[in-house]
């Protein structure tokens, strides 16, 4: 009987030392702007991306400035019609969009601080687009359903009466912090310069070290992408961010294993999913091929994009990436999530960064 008990008491032992939580230590940690929801919308492209663009005026002149996520979703959405209704209907209308587009958004139009934009009308508090969407999406089907030589003259002007109706009209200039600025100015003065950001990614079906348009349906704009091997990926996310510089990332989110808890890991095994929320659990090895097995048969698919603002480790030494969300502070750990490197090279879509932040060899051989 004493046996029994002294073998139980040792094996539970042994399973409290094996058991470990995560107890995450930040090793990296750069500056960023304030975790903020992006409500009921499907602008996470803006909101992350502008965030990302925030940190790097504070990295470029040490500014701390609160930029406007909805300027550029504003100035995006005529851009997404006019594809869709040039294209027949044959292409995506939603609210989706990626990195690029704010950069592209950014380089045409300028930037905003929020406090001369916010994209909220008759005193609302929260964003919610779902009756802005429901009635472009109509208005657009409506268009390419009209028959040839039919298309009235005003159809643009009608989409942007809507925009403004719903998000506000676009200033043509502003005073901040006692001086006047357009948007191109604005920008100026902020040290962004659009044509220093590109996007890295990794996937076997196009040659390396290449630029390629990848075909998700977030990618209306058929923005190009540089094409790098997994372990470059991974390598030159960690070098950025090892340098000063974050990234904005574009990722599957859908997963059971993206969790509330504010955790996302790939666990080696499934019946580990829930133990894994909150204890270390051993993760599945990402190779390319599976990397592209996933992405080519949709279990991977363009679902959020974040900005990747930092480094972790668990207890056990594992690294992670620290990522701001945009779903609010009671999201994840206080608005933030921690990923594994496995699911970083497994569900990773891809990353933005500044072109300095890429090292000098990995420059050359995409001729940058």
């Known amino acids: 009987m004493k046996k029994s008990i002294i073998l139980s008491a040792f094996l539970l032992g042994t399973f409290a030392i094996q058991a470990q939580n995560y107890d995450f230590k930040e090793t990296k940690n750069l500056e960023h702007n304030p975790v903020i929801s992006q409500g009921q919308t499907g602008t996470c492209w803006s909101f992350s991306t502008t965030s990302f663009l925030e940190s790097e005026i504070t990295r470029i002149t040490g500014k701390k400035i609160d930029i406007s996520e909805m300027y550029q979703a504003r100035t995006t959405y005529p851009l997404k019609a006019e594809n869709y209704v040039m294209r027949q209907g044959k292409a995506n209308f939603s609210e989706g969009a990626l990195a690029h587009d704010v950069i592209n958004s950014a380089n045409k139009y300028g930037i905003v601080p929020n406090s001369a934009y916010t994209g909220l009308e008759n005193e609302e508090t929260k964003h919610n687009h779902a009756e802005m969407v429901a009635v472009l999406e109509a208005m657009v089907k409506t268009y ?13 002007n009608a989409i942007n009466s809507v925009l403004d109706t719903y998000l506000g009209k676009v200033p043509n200039d502003f005073t901040f912090e006692g001086k006047k600025y357009t948007p191109k100015s604005f920008m100026e003065m902020t040290k962004i310069n659009p044509s220093n950001y590109i996007t890295l990614t990794s996937f076997t ?9 990848l075909n998700i349906p977030d990618n209306f704009s058929n923005g190009s992408l540089y094409n790098i091997t997994l372990d470059e990926l991974v390598a ?7 340098n000063g510089y974050t990234l904005s990332i574009d990722a599957d989110v859908s997963e059971k294993y993206f969790t509330k808890d504010g955790i996302a890991f790939v666990p080696e095994n499934e019946s580990d999913l829930e133990k894994g929320k909150t204890e270390i659990v051993a993760e599945k090895t990402i190779t390319p091929e599976f990397r592209q097995q996933e992405f080519e048969n949709f279990a991977t698919t363009d679902d959020h994009l974040m900005h990747i603002i930092g480094k972790a480790k ?5 690294e992670y990436y620290l990522i701001k969300n945009s779903w609010g502070n009671k999201a994840g750990k206080d608005g933030y999530f921690y990923m594994s490197k496995p699911y970083f090279k497994l569900k990773a879509i891809s990353v933005m960064l500044h072109k300095d932040g890429i090292e000098k060899d990995l420059k050359k051989k995409l001729s940058l």
């Not at 390419?144 to 643009?156: D, E, F, I, R």
């Not at 079906?205 to 348009?213: N, Q, R, V």
């Not at 668990?314 to 594992?318: A, M, W």
Request: proline letters at 9%; aromatic letters at 12%.
């Open 205 to 213: 079906h196009e040659p390396f070290y290449k630029p390629f348009i």
């Open 144 to 156: 390419v359903a009209n028959p040839a030589g039919k298309l009235s003259k005003n159809w643009k």
């Open 236 to 242: 030159a996310t960690d070098k950025a961010l090892d």
């Open 314 to 318: 668990d207890v056990k030494g594992n």
